[in-house]
């Protein structure tokens, strides 16, 4: 599959991001609901646990998340033990931005009250340190963060990279004038930000492990293939599949 195999829908635009995310910020700040956890608890878990055993907690590591949305896998990432304050999740949608810097502060708020003096305070009592933005990705500088090295002009490169669903959606946009899809750019865009030993980590509920390899493993992006996350398989008329693919590379 390719990404011109991929017909349009309106999952690949940004305004139907912007409603579905104008709609859960409203509801977040009338009766607490933080969203949709996009491909479910059970994906941010994986993650998660593949985070644990490949990217160490110390010294503490860069994380980037492209298309974050409500922000729940950083959130899960920062309980887990990683600092917040290296951790930035990006989007296309302002208000993708706003609910996820409300769902921090909320956090934030509930570990600090649940904690008790004499205890070592819960890790998301800093979940508001994790810096969200609004940035198109595929046009825009990701900002840089506090410490980061290299010269403040220059691209910001992360330890760790992070996609759960953001190159489907953008594989699913329209075409340009020259008939190329805007996830044609993805991976080279994704390549220059992943730090040199850095990882990128994907799941896909589009692309087969085979196809997330030939995208993005290349001279031009400078990614290798790590490893992969099993999920569960299914047969279905003689052929057997995922329902996702989790697949891990490595900038040379």
Same mark, same amino acid.
């Given at each position: ?92 949608? $302002?208000? =993708? ?6 769902? *921090?502060? @909320?956090? &934030?708020? +509930?570990?600090? %009250? ?54 489907? $959606?953008? =594989? ?6 020259? *008939?190329? @899809?805007? &996830?044609? +750019?993805?991976? %080279? ?64």
């Amino acid at each position: 599959m390719s990404s011109t195999d991929l017909p349009p829908s309106k999952l690949g635009t940004k305004e139907h991001w912007d409603d579905v995310y104008s709609h859960e910020l409203a509801n977040f700040a009338e009766i607490g609901d933080e969203g949709e956890v996009w491909f479910g608890e059970d994906s941010v878990e994986k993650m998660v646990d593949w985070t644990l055993e490949n990217v160490s907690t110390d010294p503490a590591p860069y994380i980037l998340e492209v298309g974050a949305g409500n922000g729940n896998l950083l959130f899960a990432l920062c309980e887990a033990g990683y600092d917040p304050e290296k951790m930035c999740g990006v989007d296309y949608s $302002a208000d =993708a931005v706003k609910l996820a810097q409300a769902i *921090g502060k @909320s956090k &934030a708020s +509930s570990a600090a %009250a649940e904690s008790e003096a004499d205890e070592e305070p819960p890790a998301l009592v800093k979940a508001d340190k994790i810096t969200f933005a609004a940035c198109d990705f595929l046009r825009d500088e990701v900002p840089r963060l506090g410490g980061m090295e290299g010269p403040e002009s220059g691209v910001a490169v992360w330890n760790l990279v992070l996609d759960k669903g953001t190159f489907d $959606a953008i =594989a699913l946009a329209g075409k340009d004038e020259n *008939g190329r @899809s805007p &996830a044609d +750019s993805y991976p %080279a865009r994704i390549g220059r930000v992943v730090k040199p030993g850095g990882m990128f980590l994907i799941t896909s509920c589009n692309f087969t492990e085979d196809e997330l390899r030939a995208k993005f493993a290349s001279t031009e992006t400078g990614l290798f293939f790590h490893s992969r996350i099993p999920w569960p398989t299914f047969s279905f008329g003689g052929h057997s599949g995922n329902v996702y693919s989790s697949v891990a590379f490595q900038k040379a």
